[in-house]
């Protein structure tokens, strides 16, 4: 299995702009997580999905970001319209499924640079 | 919610040496506790859990222990090397509830290794 995988690996736009993250999660894989990480606040759970449902959206920050997954395969994150506070690296995760003591499988991340 | 804090933030040690990370938890129904590392520039991977039921766990030169009754939990690493080097961070979850496979994450601890 290739991993959680992520798109695009970087990321720079200007401020104002939308801003799409993608993430592929492990296949078989129930749950998918979002996490923000900067040196200020650390690791973040922004969003996360069990079986494509949102159960928890308290991390998102802001009407700015949103998120989708509309099938078990594929989920975006949206930032419209970004902002230089919004520069950050966005990992993606993904396990087996709720209740499961098991690993969450990070993505190598995107580093969102906004100008 | 669940609220971890994790000491110190930053943990500078000779080669050889031990080194101990802690962390404190408020909800006393969480019941599984990770351990991720972060190297520079990668994404967090688990290095070591353990379950409520269980009071102590090792691999290798790394070990885990629990004390529900306080709360806390700690990672030690025996015999330093240089390729411990990372940010390690502490998470906590309760596995039990009906969504129950978020991780609440410590700040983090950045270690460093001095040959």
């Known amino acids: 299995d290739a991993g959680v995988i992520q798109s695009p690996r970087h990321e720079v736009t200007e401020m104002g702009q939308e801003v799409t993250l993608r993430c592929k999660p492990i296949s078989g894989h129930n749950s998918l997580f979002w996490y923000r990480q900067t040196m200020m606040r650390g690791l973040e759970l922004l969003i996360y999905?069990?079986?494509?449902?949102?159960?928890?959206d308290s991390g998102m920050p802001e009407d700015r970001f949103s998120a989708k997954m509309p099938n078990a395969s594929f989920s975006t994150l949206k930032i419209q319209p970004s902002e230089p506070r919004d520069s950050a690296v966005y990992f993606c995760a993904s396990n087996p499924g709720q209740g499961s003591y098991n690993e969450q499988f990070f993505g190598p991340g995107t580093r969102l640079t906004v100008l | 919610g669940e609220n971890v804090e994790q000491h110190p933030s930053t943990l500078s040690v000779q080669e050889g040496d031990s080194a101990v990370i802690k962390c404190t938890y408020s909800?006393?129904?969480?019941?599984?506790f990770p351990w991720y590392k972060q190297e520079l520039g990668k994404r967090p991977q688990l290095i070591i859990d353990i379950r409520s039921n269980v009071g102590e766990k090792k691999d290798q030169r790394i070990a885990v222990t629990l004390n529900k009754t306080a709360k806390h939990f700690s990672l030690h690493i025996t015999e330093t090397q240089p390729e411990d080097s990372a940010v390690y961070f502490c998470a906590v979850a309760d596995m039990i509830k009906a969504a129950g496979n978020k991780l609440t994450f410590g700040g983090g601890t950045r270690v460093l290794v001095k040959p």
């Open positions: 999905f069990n079986n494509n449902v949102p159960i928890d």
């Open positions: 909800d006393s129904a969480s019941n599984y």
